[in-house]
């Protein structure tokens, strides 16, 4: 079992950046166990995929929509995944999530792949 707190949402104009946290406290595991996934909701769409992290940190997969501009790393000293969010748009508003994944990373931009999920951080960002 895993419990995912995400923070570092909030309003920015466009052009700013962000860097989401999330938080992991492990139980069975450690934290070095999952593989870690960030996804986001946008008002009347479906959830998608952002980014994704092996559980060494050593390989990493980022959505078409955000490369170049998003980096996700973790700090498994830490327990935590970040996002670092620049050049943000007016598109990128959502909630964001934090998923984990216990075992190796397989389809990491599949929702299916994660067995755990955060209760998610509003981003807005003003055009």
């Known amino acids: 079992q895993v419990q995912l707190v995400e923070s570092g949402g909030g309003f920015v104009r466009a052009g700013g950046s962000l860097t989401l946290s999330c938080a992991a406290a492990?139980?069975?595991?450690?934290?070095?166990?999952?593989?870690m996934g960030w996804f986001r909701q946008a008002p009347g769409k479906e959830r998608e995929f952002v980014s994704g992290?092996?559980?060494?940190?050593?390989?990493?997969e980022v959505a078409d929509s955000v490369k170049g501009r998003f980096t996700i790393l973790r700090l498994n000293g830490k327990n935590t995944v970040y996002l670092q969010m620049n050049s943000l748009k007016a598109e990128d508003t959502a909630v964001y999530y934090c998923?984990?994944?216990?075992?190796?990373?397989?389809?990491?931009?599949?929702?299916?792949?994660?067995?755990?999920w955060g209760q998610g951080t509003q981003v807005t960002v003003s055009s």
């Open positions: 492990v139980s069975d595991r450690p934290f070095e166990a999952y593989s």
């Open positions: 992290i092996s559980r060494s940190g050593r390989r990493t």
């Open positions: 998923a984990a994944h216990v075992g190796i990373w397989q389809s990491p931009s599949s929702s299916q792949a994660y067995d755990f």
